[in-house]
């Protein structure tokens, strides 16, 4: 490596807050709380920073007080111990990340806005996702699944894999999800490991305005699973009407067909929620567990502190449903915003196409990577 200084240039600053934004952001909200609430004073960002990990049981005991998380039991000791590793969060307390998602359904804004290639643009209410977030759940206990059980998807980025996530998070089963794009073995690498008793699977998608089918890739998985008790078809474009011969194969419609009220399971604080995977590129992908209150703090913390997200905002954060990013996008729904399920490639039909759909649905944050953001420069796309 050279020892030669690299100059950075930097780009045209597009958009700034005032003020007035910067004032009514949920950051300085809990500023504001934290000096009237507990007499702690935090000047800037770097003093509130600087407090929250000197004092962390405080910290999180404070944003549990500040969004008000709903729990049977104390939230009190915030920590079991300070050995590591072997100390357990808020032990005493437990609760339901489902259930907190749905705290601050409206019916002025939508829970989900989802756009494919291949379908149009959908608008799914609070009342309907959860509806079918109930049926799914009562189907799934109907099959005994019960806390604890791991349920896996390969599936696209799509309405259904959402709901099929909250019904398991609402009765304590364990979630993992590959993207379809993930050839057997990365899948099979992964899955393996956890011994899944239900698979939720596509049999096909579109990208880039294309068609693959995955019909055959699912029958290899399931004939490497033996721990898969149920199999639930999504339909895509290949067979979007037709019934496909996998075993103990059951439809997605007949699974949320029903009438059936929300139920939430109170769990311990660190019970399951799903399990995300390193990269695999030395030796086996490690699972990581992250938890029911772990994710529910943590995710009201960055999505409402640090991107002050507020209900009714909308969220798109582009990734694959294999990347621990969609996690997060589907995470956001603890702040009362709506989030975009965009599936599909962001450059098609047009280099623009996503940053018009985004206009189009008044977008407020956006995620990606940065292959999107160079892309996007090296086509000339300049946002307005």
Partial sequence: MSNATVSAEDGQLLWTPGPEQLNSSRLVQYQRWLLEERNIHTHDYTA??????????????????????????????????????????????????????FRHASHSSPAVIARGEDVPVRHISWAELESSTAALA????????????????????????????????????????????????????????????????????????KVYDRSKMVDELLAQLPSVQRVVQVAGPVNATRALA????????????????????????????????????????????????????????EMALQNDLRPGDRLLFLGSTGWAV??????????GASIVLYDGHPAWPAGDTLWRFMDEEEVAVFGCGAAYLLACKKDGVRPA
């Fill in 246 to 301: 996998w075993r103990d194969c059951h439809q997605w419609q007949d699974c949320i067909g029903r009438e059936a009220s929300a139920h939430y399971e109170r769990l311990p604080f660190n019970h399951p929620l799903w399990i995300v995977y390193s990269s695999g590129t030395t030796g086996l992908p490690k699972a990581m567990v992250h938890s029911q209150g772990g994710i529910l703090v943590t995710h009201l913390k």
């Fill in 326 to 335: 969609w996690n997060l996008l589907v995470g956001a729904l603890v702040t």
């Fill in 48 to 101: 509130l920073w600087q407090w929250s990990v000197d004092n962390l049981e405080q910290f999180w005991l404070s944003i549990w007080d500040f969004f008000d998380i709903q729990a049977d039991g104390a939230n009190e000791p915030v920590l079991s111990s300070m050995k590591m590793p072997g100390e357990q969060w808020f032990p005493g307390a437990r609760l339901n990340f489902a259930k907190h998602v």
């Fill in 138 to 209: 009562a189907t799934l206990r109907d099959w005994g699944i019960v806390p604890g059980d791991r349920v896996a998807s390969y599936m696209p980025n799509l309405p259904e894999t959402l709901i099929a996530f909250l019904g398991c998070a609402s009765i304590g089963a364990v979630w993992s999800s590959c993207a379809p794009d993930m050839g057997a073995s990365v899948v099979l690498d992964r899955l393996r490991q956890i011994e899944p008793k239900v698979l939720f699977a596509t049999d096909s998608y579109s990208y880039n305005g």
